[in-house]
C-alpha cells in the first residue's frame, strides 16, 4: 500500500494558499495575527513580472513596462517544463491554458490512480523534487541571511570564484557560503564551485570538522616547508651544503 501523505503535503505547499501566522504587538499584550497568503507559484508568477498592474508602466512598451526576474522566470520555467513532462510520462497531454498548479495536481491524481500503487523510491523522489522547488521560491521571495566561509571548500579545494558576467578580476567571491535559516536544522553550507551542500547541523559539524582539519594540514605543511628551509638556511651557514665548505666548523 503506497502511502502518499508526504507527496501531498509537498504538492500542498507549492499549490495552496499559505497561512502566515505571526506575534504582533509589544511583549504585554502580543496577538496572534494570520494572514493567508497566495500559492507558492503565484507568488513566484507575480515574482516574474513584479511591476504587471502597476500604474508606472502607463504609456510604455510592454517591453519597459515589464522588468523580467530572470531568476524567477527560469525557476518557473523549470517547474511547469518538469511537470508537464511528468504529466506526459504518464499518457496525458497537458494543455498550453493548465497553469503549473493544475498541471501538477491533475499529475497528482493520475500518479496516485496507478492500481499497483508506486514504489516508495519513486514517491520520495517525486516529493524530494517538489520539496526543493518549494525551498527555493521561498528563498527567492525572501532571501535568508546569507555569509561567506573564510576557507576553502573541503571537497574540491576552491576557495574564490568568479559568478558568471563578472569581468573584473578583483570582484571574486569566497566559494563557500552558509545560509542560515529558523530552526537551525534548516540552515545549510554550500560550495558555489564544486555544488557540494551540507544541510543541518550535523553535516554543518562536519563541515567545520573538515575546515580545521585541512587547515591544520595546512598549517603542517607550511611548518614542514619552513623547517626544511631553515635546515637548509642552517646546514648551508654551516657548510654542508654547497662544494666548498666555508671551514668554520669545529
Ligand atoms: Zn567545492
Known amino acids: 500500500m503506497s502511502d502518499y501523505t508526504y507527496l501531498m503535503i509537498a504538492v500542498d505547499a507549492l499549490t495552496k494558499p499559505v497561512t502566515v501566522a505571526a506575534w ?23 515574482a516574474v513580472t513584479p511591476d504587471l498592474g502597476g500604474k508606472s508602466g502607463a504609456g510604455k512598451s510592454a517591453r519597459e513596462r515589464i522588468p523580467l526576474d530572470v531568476t524567477a522566470f ?16 504518464l499518457g496525458a497531454r497537458p494543455g498550453r491554458a493548465l497553469t503549473t498548479a493544475q498541471v501538477i495536481r491533475s499529475w497528482l491524481v493520475m500518479f496516485k490512480a496507478h492500481p499497483m500503487g508506486r514504489t516508495e523510491v519513486e514517491i520520495n523522489d517525486h516529493e524530494r523534487r517538489i520539496r526543493q522547488w518549494v525551498g527555493r521560491i521561498v528563498d527567492l521571495l525572501n532571501p535568508p541571511p546569507t555569509f561567506e566561509i573564510t576557507a576553502p571548500c573541503p571537497e574540491c579545494s576552491v576557495e574564490w570564484v568568479r559568478l558568471g558576467g563578472m569581468v573584473d ?22 560550495c558555489r564551485c564544486c555544488g557540494a551542500r551540507w544541510e543541518g547541523v550535523h553535516a554543518l559539524r562536519q563541515l567545520r570538522i573538515a575546515i580545521d582539519d585541512a587547515e591544520a594540514a595546512a598549517r603542517a605543511m607550511v611548518g614542514e616547508a619552513s623547517d626544511g628551509l631553515r635546515s637548509y638556511v642552517l646546514r648551508r651557514r654551516h657548510g654542508f651544503v654547497g662544494d666548498r665548505p666555508t671551514g668554520d666548523r669545529h
Open 24 to 46: 504582533v504587538g509589544d511583549e504585554s499584550a502580543p496577538e496572534l495575527f494570520r494572514r493567508e497568503d497566495p500559492p507558492l507559484l503565484e507568488q513566484l508568477q507575480a
Open 74 to 89: 527560469t525557476l518557473l520555467e523549470e517547474i511547469d517544463g518538469e511537470t508537464r513532462a511528468w504529466l506526459d510520462q
Open 169 to 190: 578580476e578583483d570582484e571574486q567571491m569566497r566559494a563557500l557560503i552558509a545560509v542560515t535559516r529558523h530552526p537551525v536544522e534548516e540552515s545549510h553550507a554550500q
